[in-house]
């Protein structure tokens, strides 16, 4: 079993108005010091994969199918593999 940590981003090419929406609210509230602020999505999941590769494999097709417009997203992931619980 791997855990996945998945981090989705607009390019920086692309406009984010949520963004500067953020950093407006961050300079109202007296954090003049705060610029080019990003909004993105942080996922976190589990695979059952025999192997890191199948694993990392699975992630990228779903970031690449799913989690991400590669329009207008990039995405970075990092795996970790985990000990399973004892059930029962």
């Known amino acids: 079993m791997y855990r996945a ?3 989705v981003t607009l390019r920086p090419s692309i406009l984010d108005p949520e963004g500067k929406t953020v950093e407006h609210s961050l ?7 705060v610029r080019r602020v990003r909004i ?3 996922i976190e999941l ?4 025999g192997t890191e590769d199948k694993a990392r494999e699975t992630v990228e097709n779903i970031c690449s199918k799913l989690l991400a417009n590669p329009v207008m997203e990039d995405y970075t992931f990092s795996l970790a593999k985990v000990e399973e619980a004892a059930e029962g």
Do not use: F, P, R, S
């Open 40 to 42: 993105g999505k942080h």
């Open 27 to 33: 300079h109202q509230l007296g954090y003049e010091n």
């Open 5 to 7: 940590v998945i981090t």
């Open 46 to 49: 589990e695979v059952d994969a």
